[in-house]
């Protein structure tokens, strides 16, 4: 299953595919390291929560710790989506059905050099859209602080904030000092 489509500004072609078991070799192909340069902060605004973007005070270069999200090919409940352009993996993401009726989202990453090309937002359509196939109407992902580029997409795609949680990530190994941040965003 793949979807095309066109950056009107780039004249990028991006094509979108379900992973299979037998691509296993691209999944996870584009975790790296990145600097912390900001951090996001979450206040309620209102009824509901919103976030301003501090600079920190000493950049720091953190590296994303490896996840098996290879374990979720070839599920039924799961799927992971790739972009390509051409034959380069520049994007992707994973979705599952959730235990309460919502798609969840995480591993949404695109290749640094490939960034505002519509390469994410082609993912998450292709995440609604199996997200509808399926019955569910919410979709729910979840962010660190440090991730201030992911949360100005999931704000921007309209995703609100749902809440935070200051200690979930207490026992994480090099992010026990991040604060969760979980988005919703009904489809």
């Not at 960034?115 to 962010?143: D, N």
């Not at 609100?160 to 190994?173: C, E, K, M, S």
């Amino acid at each position: 299953m793949y979807d095309v489509s066109v950056d009107n500004l780039t004249g990028l072609d991006i094509r979108i595919v379900r992973a299979t078991p037998d691509m296993a070799g691209y999944v996870d192909g584009l975790r790296s390291s990145f600097v912390v340069k900001a951090r996001v902060k979450v206040s309620m605004c209102g009824d509901s929560y919103d976030f301003d973007v501090d600079s920190v005070q000493h950049p720091y270069e953190k590296t994303e710790a490896s996840c098996p999200d290879c374990a979720y090919l070839g599920r039924d409940d799961a799927a992971i989506y790739l972009a390509f352009v051409g034959e380069k993996l520049v994007g992707q993401v994973c979705v599952q059905e959730d235990h309460n009726n919502m798609a969840r989202v995480w591993g949404l990453r695109v290749e640094h050099g490939h960034r505002h090309h519509g390469i994410a937002t082609s993912l998450m359509k292709t995440v609604k859209a199996w997200a509808l196939a399926r019955g569910l109407h919410w979709l729910r992902a979840e962010t660190q602080d440090v991730h201030v580029t992911a949360c100005m997409f999931y704000r921007d795609y309209g995703f609100v904030i749902g809440g935070f949680d200051r200690l979930y990530l207490q026992a994480t190994p090099g992010s026990g000092d991040e604060t969760a941040i979980v988005w919703y965003l009904e489809v």
